[in-house]
Every structure is written in structure tokens, then in C-alpha cells.
């Protein structure tokens, strides 16, 4: 399984940006997706996940602003971040897994795919 993300950049706080992360090799919408981000300094922690039912989970961090989508034709995972801020500024990675629990969506240790990361800035 190969992941490529894209769509990363500069923007600034209350802009938005759409991260995409396209995938070969395998069906994403048949895996466990999620998005994950770290920060400078920072543990990588996870954004959002979506699993082969379509469930989601969202980090409190960014419900409410961030939306995980798939388009099953394309085989390929979306992320829309609106309302950005400072904050938000971290390399964004999409992961995917094949067995990965509920317990553990949000925990970069249950994926076994990454992709090479894409740089957002949000500037105040």
C-alpha cells in the first residue's frame, strides 16, 4: 500500500485548506483511514479516522472543523480543515490500517501504511 499525500500549504488563521491522500496498492474504503499530525516539539497525535463502516472519530481538538471524507472512485482520502488556526500548523500524515480497533483509532501505533506528510501553516 503507497500513500501520497497532497494539498498542504500557507494560510492564514480562519482559512481553509483540503489535504488529499491518494492510495495504490489496496482499497482504501476497505481499511481503517485516519489523518495524524505532529507538530515541532510535539508526539504525533491523530486527527480523525474513518473506518470501513464510514464511522468517524474526531479529535476535540478539531470537531467542528475538520471533516474526513473518501471517494471510493478515486481511492482516495480527503481532509477539509476550515477555521484554521495557529495552532492547526503541523506535517499532516494519512495512515492506513487493516486492523485497527475502535479503541485504538486514534493511536498512531495501530497503522501500518504512512505517507510521506504535508506541511500546513497556519499564520495568525
Known amino acids: 500500500v503507497q500513500l501520497v499525500e497532497s494539498g498542504g500549504g500557507s494560510v492564514q488563521a480562519g482559512g481553509s485548506l483540503r489535504l488529499s491522500c491518494a492510495g495504490y496498492g489496496y482499497t482504501l474504503s476497505n481499511m481503517c483511514t485516519a489523518w495524524f499530525r505532529q507538530a515541532p516539539g510535539r508526539e504525533r497525535e491523530g486527527v480523525v479516522a474513518?473506518?470501513?463502516?464510514?464511522?468517524?472519530n474526531y479529535a476535540d481538538s478539531v470537531k467542528g472543523r475538520f471533516t474526513i471524507s473518501q471517494d471510493n472512485a478515486k481511492n482516495t482520502l480527503y481532509l477539509q480543515m476550515n477555521s484554521l488556526k495557529p495552532e492547526d500548523t503541523a506535517m499532516y500524515y494519512c495512515?492506513?490500517?487493516?486492523?485497527?480497533?475502535?479503541?485504538?483509532?486514534?493511536?498512531?501505533?495501530?497503522?501500518?501504511?504512512w505517507g510521506q506528510g504535508t506541511q500546513v501553516t497556519v499564520s495568525s
Open positions: 495512515a492506513a490500517g487493516a486492523w485497527v480497533t475502535l479503541a485504538t483509532i486514534l493511536n498512531d501505533k495501530s497503522y501500518n501504511y
Open positions: 474513518i473506518d470501513s463502516d464510514g464511522t468517524t
